[in-house]
């Protein structure tokens, strides 16, 4: 691992009519969310448990193929809230504004640990290649810095290159560039907050992250 590129995009969106404040407010809701057996899922059941609630008996979860199949099926009414990332939060709220942010899942995770970023996303290089070409990983990071400080200070810019090339529409990528939390983070602050994920999914589930926390050699310090 030689970066985590992006920070907490989870959110807890709340149907038309729904108040949900928090997650003890989700007791007896249907909530739907994307995946299943993935880290997605862990991070959602520690919170529930850590608020009280019993995953499997308080709330009735249900697991769809995709994130835009869980949008789709909120915009429909068919659920109380679900589990989103961005940029289907933005969607979703500009097709129905009724449809609002209930909870930001970093905050909770941010209260549980002591202040640790929700790490959603990392960069990875081989090892082989690291110990090859050192230097053009560190001209990388570099870049993929500058780029990510560029996706924040100039939103319009990046919303319309993000258009251009066709990853999502220039106004959806807008208007959640500023919820996305593009980042770059290396060196020390990278491997804590990897660290304090990591050892809560592999308290929950071993398997999660392979039957055993990395070792020092999995992080790239330079």
Known sequence: ??????????????????????????????????????????????LLREAGLDPAADLAIEYKGEHAQVAALLLEGRCDAALL???FVT????????????????????????????????????????ADHPQAVR??????????????????KAAALIGEFE???????????????IDCVTGGEMKDAAQAYLRILFEQNPAAVGGNLPDEGFYFLP
């Open 91 to 130: 969607t979703a709220a500009a097709r129905n504004p009724e449809i609002t942010r209930a909870i930001d899942i970093n905050a909770e995770w941010d209260a549980l640990t002591g202040g640790t970023e929700l790490a959603m996303s990392c960069i990875v290089v081989r090892s082989g290649f690291l």
């Open 1 to 46: 691992m030689i970066a985590v590129s992006r920070l907490n995009v989870l959110y807890i969106m709340q149907a038309p009519g729904e108040q949900i404040n928090t997650l003890a407010d989700l007791r007896g809701k249907t909530l739907f969310s994307a995946g299943q057996g993935s880290t997605q899922e862990y991070v959602l059941e520690y």
């Open 85 to 87: 990332p961005q940029p």
């Open 139 to 156: 001209d990388f990071l570099e870049d993929y810095a500058a780029s990510a400080r560029f996706a924040g200070a100039h939103v319009e």
């Open 167 to 181: 990853i999502i529409p220039e106004e959806v990528a807008r208007q959640a560039i500023p919820y996305s939390n």
